[in-house]
């Protein structure tokens, strides 16, 4: 009964969708305030009926119904309730529903928050958001419908794959999911512009809430995905290059050019155009992300061929949206006003420096993830195109941006002062410095590039601060004036100081963990001991565990610091009973500089108790996820500011004189 | 084999994998020398496990990934050059065993394609700026003879 209620309010939202689409563009054409206000109606009810469909879903999980297929396919009794949840979304015909579900609820938040809205923008806005859902609602009923029934019901479920059995990934996919298609608000906005003909100011402002929402979420998705690789996979990296990953990248990599070209739009009326098509391409990005992911082209493109019934359909989606949206906008967009103009060396040149780096790095993991598909299905050559490449070509090109980061803010719109940026950033460009020579020094020699890298890290980190040091005038007037600037400081400013300093913390962790990681593979029996990283790491055996739906040989160490300071570890080698799959569950300590970090490998073969051990020290590494915390809370306090709360359109000219330059 | 695992996470269609999480290199393979040891494992992860998807065989846990591991430690023990050992590999299982490709005809639009965007982008960007700056320069156009008398008009009318 519930499936069927879940797949009858699914259709129900399909055909509310329709009508959302159609009213209020048609009421926006023809200026009929009735027809218009169809679309906030509307955006609600699809909402309800998408939530209703999913908790219905999200109950047949609970209860574990396994006469319906997905069910049964992807869950199992003896499951924990953590993982009956999200198991919801662990599988195809489900996460696809999530989509609808997210885009559904993005709609409806313009409908509820947008009320200050010009009419005519909020109704082709809801119209164009409402299309993408017809064609995703579409695609969920006439290729993963979730609620499909089975006879007769199996005694029991199939389980959720066990990797997906994990706190840290059981909630990866909503933000994931909440930052691919919070850019379809993104996407909405600029077709909706490009239909009016009218991108100013006022747009920009409506627009970059939704873009900040979505990028903060896909920040903490990608972080969420890093981590879970490196504390699972049992061998400590943390990125991997592998198209799946690329895929989550491209769309945050252009959806920070975004972010960053709408300021310019929202302060200067310039880039317009490009920050449309980029609104675009994110959009489009996002969708490539979901086709490559969902359609099984990157398994093989020949299992691709076989069952192409759903790439196709995603492929379709992808075409007609992105291809209509560029159609449209090389119609329209000769016809939108070119804004302000500047200097090179200035806000605006420094934001076209990021969106010129941001977009080729992008194009080059877009190249990098397609090329040896693209060769294959037209050649039937094979290259592989693996992390080495992408270090060879994505790292160098970054290098200048995040030079460049810390300079941007301080340089004036319309014409910019680079000797006096650089001037102001003198106390950081002394203590980066002093950190090179430092790191130098206590590396004992060997490659200049470490102390560089650390140097460039010091530089992400204390440059930010120096900004916002300025801005109050931090020790050059009376500190209660500088309690009062600060205070007085838009938090959009700090936004971008917390966010801009994560990226440099991110950095401090890549290089650390990159340069300096300990690593010892060795068999240890029971009773031995080694030493690592300054601490003694002892094997204590291992012993043979249940758990509710696993059996695991789990391998007890003993740590023993130089201050005598002594604590238990483990690390586990479990195996899933329902699919007889091995994982690793690792044994991490959290140091202030790093992880040890244990997984233990397969018991050997002749020496009784013994176990393959691999052993890490890696140096900062939990910073690489603290950065992008920053960054989320960045973007979170960013999102406070006054002028998004108020959200009327109006240029608050009065206050930008006084405040000279307010940013992201 | 760590990709597989990783996709399956996204699409989970209930397969069974046959994958162990990545363990790579084992003890027993270690060589004695630190320093062919180092070679070896900077060799390893540019080397692609064939029977993976995009992993190096310093990552994999594949029988394979194991063979080619020995492999590229005897050639080394042998006396091989990094290079000469990368090219024997090459010849044996082909240009797919490259996990960062050459550069050759058919990768120049894999190498090349952002680079040659980003220097067409500058371009566009600097001849963008001289246009703009040209229009600034350019001097306003004089006034017409109906502008003038209209002004005159507007002026006596004060």
Same mark, same amino acid.
């Not at chain 1, 923008?121 to 006439?142: D, E, K």
């Not at chain 1, 060997?446 to 992400?460: H, K, M, N, T």
């Not at chain 1, 990159?514 to 593979?521: F, H, L, P, Y």
């Given at each position: 009964m519930i499936a069927e209620i879940g797949q009858f309010v699914l259709i129900l939202a399909l055909v509310i969708a329709v009508i959302q689409t159609a009213v209020p563009l048609v009421g926006a054409h023809r200026s009929d305030t009735a027809l218009m206000r169809v679309g906030s109606t509307a955006a609600i009810a699809q909402f309800i009926l998408l939530l209703i469909s999913f908790s219905a879903l999200t109950y047949l999980f609970v209860t574990s119904d396994f006469s319906v297929s997905t069910v049964a396919r992807n869950s199992h009794s003896a499951k924990p309730m953590l993982y009956k949840v999200s198991g919801v979304w662990g599988n195809h015909e489900g996460s696809m529903l999530l989509w609808a579900l997210i885009l559904a609820f993005f709609g409806a938040t313009v409908a509820i928050f947008s009320r200050n809205l010009p009419a005519g923008? =909020?109704?082709? +806005?809801?119209?164009?958001?409402?299309?993408?859902?017809?064609?995703?609602?579409?695609?969920?009923?006439?290729t993963s419908n979730p609620f499909t029934r089975l006879s007769p019901a199996p005694a029991d479920g199939q389980g959720l794959n066990p990797l997906l059995q994990d706190p840290g990934l059981a909630f990866h996919p909503p933000f994931l999911y909440a930052g691919y298609v919070g850019f379809s608000m993104a996407f909405s906005f600029a077709v909706a512009a490009l239909i009016e003909g009218r991108v100013d100011e006022a747009w920009a402002r409506w627009v970059r809430p939704w873009t900040l929402t979505a990028w903060m979420m896909l920040t903490i998705g990608i972080s969420l995905g890093s981590w879970w690789a490196y504390y699972e996979l049992g061998w400590g990296g943390w990125w991997f290059w592998d198209p799946v990953e690329n895929a989550s990248l491209m769309p945050w990599l252009s959806g920070t050019a975004l972010l960053h070209s709408a300021i310019v739009v929202e302060k200067r009326g310039a880039l317009r155009t490009w920050t449309v098509l980029l609104a675009i391409l994110t959009f489009g990005l996002s969708l490539v992300g979901t086709f490559l992911v969902r359609s099984g082209v990157l398994t093989s493109v020949h299992a691709f061929a076989v069952d192409p019934e759903r790439g196709v359909f995603i492929l379709l989606i992808l075409c007609f949206f992105i291809g209509g949206a560029l159609l449209l906008y090389a119609w329209r967009a000769p016809t939108l006003k070119a804004g302000g103009i500047f200097a090179p060396v200035s806000r605006e040149g420094g934001i076209i420096f990021n969106n010129l780096i941001l977009v080729t790095a992008c194009a080059t993991v877009f190249v990098g993830t397609l090329y040896p598909l693209a060769l294959e299905a037209v050649t039937g050559e094979k290259i592989s195109v693996g992390?080495?490449?992408?270090?060879? /070509?994505?790292?160098?090109?970054?290098?200048?941006? !995040?030079?460049?980061?810390?300079?941007?803010?301080? $340089?004036?719109?319309? =014409? #910019?002062?680079?000797?006096?940026?650089?001037?102001?950033?003198? *106390?950081?460009?002394?203590? +980066?410095?002093?950190?090179?020579?430092? /790191?130098?020094?206590?590396?004992?020699?060997?490659?200049?590039?470490?102390? $560089?890298?650390?140097? !460039?890290?010091?530089?992400?980190?204390?440059?930010?601060?120096? @900004? /916002?040091?300025?801005?109050?005038?931090?020790?050059? *007037?009376?500190?209660? @004036? /500088? $309690?009062?600037?600060?205070?007085?400081?838009? =938090?959009?400013?700090?936004?971008?100081? +917390?966010?801009?300093?994560?990226? #440099?913390?991110? +950095? $401090? #962790?890549?290089?650390?963990?990159?340069?300096? =990681?300990? @690593?010892?593979?060795?068999v240890m029996s029971p009773g031995s001991s080694t030493e690592i990283a300054g601490v003694t790491l002892t094997f204590n055996g291992a012993k043979q565990r249940r758990g509710p739906n696993y059996s695991e040989d789990a391998g007890s160490f003993t740590v023993t610091e130089k201050s005598g300071r002594a604590y238990p570890m483990e690390a586990t080698k479990r195996v899933y009973t329902r699919q007889s799959m091995p994982t690793t569950e690792t044994g991490i300590h959290y140091y202030f500089d790093g992880d040890l970090y244990i997984a233990l490998g397969d018991r050997h073969e002749e020496k009784a108790g013994a176990y393959t051990v691999r052993i890490y020290f890696n140096p900062l590494a939990p910073w690489i996820w603290f950065g992008t915390l920053f960054m989320f809370f960045g973007g979170a306090i960013s999102l406070t500011d006054r002028r998004y709360r108020i959200g009327a359109p109006k240029k608050a000219k009065v206050k930008s004189k006084t405040m000279g330059v307010q940013a992201a | 084999m760590k990709t597989i695992l990783k996709l399956a996470v996204f699409f989970v269609l209930g397969w069974q994998l046959s994958a162990l999480p990545a363990r790579a290199v084992e003890p027993d393979e270690v060589l004695q020398d630190p320093v062919l040891e180092q070679r070896a494992r900077v060799i390893s992860k540019d080397l692609r496990c064939l029977v993976c998807q995009n992993q190096s065989i310093d990552d994999s846990n594949a029988d394979l990934a194991r063979d080619l591991r020995i492999l590229v430690r005897e050639r080394l023990k042998k006396g091989d050059t990094n290079s000469e050992v990368v090219q024997y590999l090459v010849d044996r299982y082909g240009e797919f065993v490259l996990l960062n490709p050459r550069i050759t005809p058919h990768t120049w639009i894999l190498w090349f394609a952002a680079p040659v965007t980003l220097l067409l982008a500058i371009f566009w960007l600097f001849r963008a700026s001289r246009r703009r700056k040209a229009q600034m320069q350019k001097p306003p156009s004089a006034l017409s003879e109906a502008e003038q008398k209209r002004i005159s008009e507007l002026m006596q009318g004060e």
């Open positions: 923008l =909020r109704a082709r +806005v809801l119209g164009v958001q409402a299309s993408i859902g017809v064609a995703f609602l579409l695609f969920i009923t006439l992390a080495p490449f992408f270090n060879a /070509t994505f790292v160098p090109l970054f290098i200048p941006l !995040l030079i460049a980061l810390p300079i941007g803010p301080f $340089l004036a719109w319309k =014409r #910019g002062d680079l000797l006096g940026a650089m001037q102001r950033l003198i *106390v950081p460009l002394g203590i +980066v410095i002093v950190a090179i020579i430092a /790191t130098y020094v206590l590396q004992n020699g060997g490659s200049i590039l470490v102390p $560089l890298a650390i140097g !460039l890290a010091f530089w992400l980190i204390i440059g930010p601060m120096a @900004e /916002t040091a300025f801005r109050i005038k931090f020790l050059r *007037v009376p500190f209660s @004036e /500088t $309690l009062r600037r600060a205070a007085n400081l838009p =938090r959009s400013s700090w936004g971008m100081m +917390v966010a801009h300093l994560g990226v #440099g913390v991110t +950095v $401090l #962790g890549i290089v650390a963990i990159s340069a300096w =990681r300990v @690593e010892q593979i060795i | -």
